[in-house]
């Protein structure tokens, strides 16, 4: 039997959840296409993404460390792909759409600049006049703008929902504005789930990159009550050799009751707050998707230790001063004379701000691109 995008979405119908967002019922895309006959809108939506050029250019993106630091540690590319791991199971607990959840995962660090968030914080500096830099709405320009794959439109061309979902992804560390998407109105319980899978995914690698690294050790986490309940929970004590399994083994219960409690704590969120439609998702008063009271304690310890003891760490802090005088000096360097830019980003100059034109090149950059970028800009025996 053959099952096509009818069929899909007659099954999404009698399966998901009266608040989950249903395929069929899209608000739809900018420019009018003709569907998929084998897939429905969401699933098109996110084999659009895992297309892209941005896409493939996150496997040479920092993540925590810049990728000749070592092969095993996550780059931009990996945790993408752990989030989308995460909220496709975060999704199907609560029985929500995976495909659209998938999509928004995937999607959400399109418009990461290199090197990190040292990178987006000297974009966003130097952009300071010029409607900074946010690596959420610099993904949903990518997929708005920037990618130019089909001969109507500039773009993806995606649904209304996935980029809804985009706009409104939010962390401690991101924050984005959503004109034009019901800035009023909370975030679909897909992208919702998105945002909290984004978070556990970066606690639970950085701990394990760190610990990997040598940026502190286990004896250092012993102030934490999280860290305290995984080690008994595996069997580890003070004193024993730490090694790789034991490590994998904690990281992988950490991620264990992380989605536990996401998904019992949001259960209870839906049957309390009686949620029946995705509009009294995004009307509610908070989000819906969320920790625990107690496990919110215990993550908020986690991050804070990894603030100071990882992302302050003085090899990460000379990365990002080098990071920020090289896209600094590029950036610079291209306002001065935009003839330096490549042709194809000359073109844009044809319908957007010089200032926007670097900016959009510069974070397209992988780490790799942009240390070549600026020797053959500033380095005499570097070959132009």
Not at 46 to 66: G, N, P
Not at 67 to 79: Q, V
Not at 138 to 153: A, K, N
Request: with cysteine; net charge negative; hydrophobic share 35%.
């Amino acid at each position: 039997m053959l099952y096509k995008r009818d069929k899909l979405e007659e099954i999404e119908t009698a399966v998901l959840a009266p608040y989950a967002l249903k395929s069929a019922a899209s608000r739809g895309r900018v420019h009018p296409e003709k569907e998929s006959a084998t897939r429905t809108a969401f699933e098109r939506d996110r084999d659009r993404i895992l297309h892209t050029t941005a896409f493939r250019r996150l496997e040479y993106k920092t993540q925590v460390f810049v990728f000749y630091e070592g092969d095993h540690y996550r780059t931009r590319l990996t945790h993408t792909l752990e989030v989308a791991q995460l909220g496709r199971s975060l999704a199907r607990g609560l029985g929500v759409n995976q495909d659209l959840t998938e999509a928004i995962c995937l999607a959400h660090d399109l418009g990461h600049s290199p090197f990190g968030h040292a990178g987006e914080y000297v974009l966003n500096r130097l952009m300071k006049e010029d409607g900074g830099f946010n690596h959420n709405t610099q993904s949903f320009r990518v997929v708005t703008e920037l990618e130019e794959r089909y001969p109507g439109f500039k773009g993806l061309n995606l649904t209304y929902e996935t980029r809804e979902g985009m706009l409104k992804h939010e962390t401690d560390y991101d924050q984005s504005e959503a004109a034009g998407y019901e800035p009023e109105k909370r975030a679909s319980l897909e992208a919702q789930i998105a945002n909290l899978a984004d978070e556990s995914a970066y606690n639970a690698h950085d701990l394990d990159d760190g610990l990997r690294a040598g940026l502190f050790t286990p004896d250092d986490l012993d102030e934490l009550t999280i860290w305290q309940e995984l080690r008994d929970t595996v069997g580890w004590k003070n004193g024993r050799s730490f090694t790789h399994l034991i490590r994998h083994e904690i990281i992988r219960e950490l991620i264990g009751r992380t989605i536990s409690d996401i998904l019992n704590n949001t259960a209870d969120n839906l049957t309390a707050y009686q949620i029946d439609s995705p509009e009294k998702v995004q009307t509610h008063r908070d989000n819906l998707v969320g920790y625990s009271a107690e496990f919110a304690v215990k993550v908020r310890q986690l991050k804070q230790f990894l603030y100071q003891r990882m992302y302050r760490h003085y090899r990460l802090m000379r990365m990002q001063a080098k990071a920020e005088r090289f896209i600094s000096e590029m950036f610079h360097a291209y306002l001065k004379e935009p003839q330096m830019l490549p042709v194809a980003a000359q073109e844009w100059l044809n319908h957007t701000p010089l200032h926007r034109v670097v900016t959009d090149y510069i974070a397209g950059m992988t780490d790799r691109y942009a240390l070549d970028e600026w020797q053959k800009l500033f380095d005499p025996y570097h070959p132009a």
